[in-house]
């Protein structure tokens, strides 16, 4: 009975440190075209038709969580996944990846992570590890999306575009 009790406490204190090691994929991408005037400018029309499509690619991927920085650009465009995830939108920095990719390594589910030309690649690179890494994103470039597969001892990264989908 000792033995039964001791293995019973191992198997569920594995079990509550085991969060971070579930399998789960991170979707990560630029904010959608933007208009060209202002320090922080809203979406043009064809940037909130591509935000729509984001949320249609995504509806049936499990997503818990959904990531933006603090710009409207972002945020416009994770809204309409956010509410169709039924989720809130959590605002992280861009200048601190480090704390954002151990964030998302800790937290159960999928998630989307939308970011800038000049750091989703850096981003997404965190999870590459020995591979080939990402160059930084044009400022045309509007059309990839990271698809970041954990594993509980491994990561892999996959590029795609939208009409991929």
């Not at 990531?67 to 601190?96: C, H, M, W």
């Not at 020995?130 to 509980?152: A, H, M, Q, R, S």
Request: proline share 4%; hydrophobic share 35%.
């Amino acid at each position: 009975m000792k033995n039964f009790l001791i293995l019973l406490f191992l198997v569920l204190a594995l079990a509550g440190c085991t969060s971070q090691n579930q399998p789960k994929t991170i979707y990560i991408v630029r904010h959608a075209e933007k208009q060209l005037e202002g320090s922080d400018p809203e979406l043009l029309y064809v940037g909130g038709v591509r935000a729509t499509k984001l949320a249609q690619i995504l509806e049936d991927k499990e997503i818990q969580h959904v990531f933006s920085t603090d710009y409207k650009r972002t945020r416009l465009t994770v809204e309409p996944t956010a509410r169709a995830s039924g989720v809130s939108i959590q605002s992280y920095d861009p200048g601190n990846h480090d704390q954002l990719v151990e964030n998302l390594r800790s937290l159960e589910g999928n998630a989307l992570v939308v970011g800038h030309s000049n750091t989703v690649s850096q981003l997404a690179n965190y999870f590459v590890g020995e591979g080939e890494k990402f160059p930084d994103l044009t400022d045309l470039e509007y059309e990839y999306i990271y698809i970041v597969t954990l594993e509980p001892n491994s990561s892999s990264v996959v590029r795609k575009v939208y009409k991929d989908f």
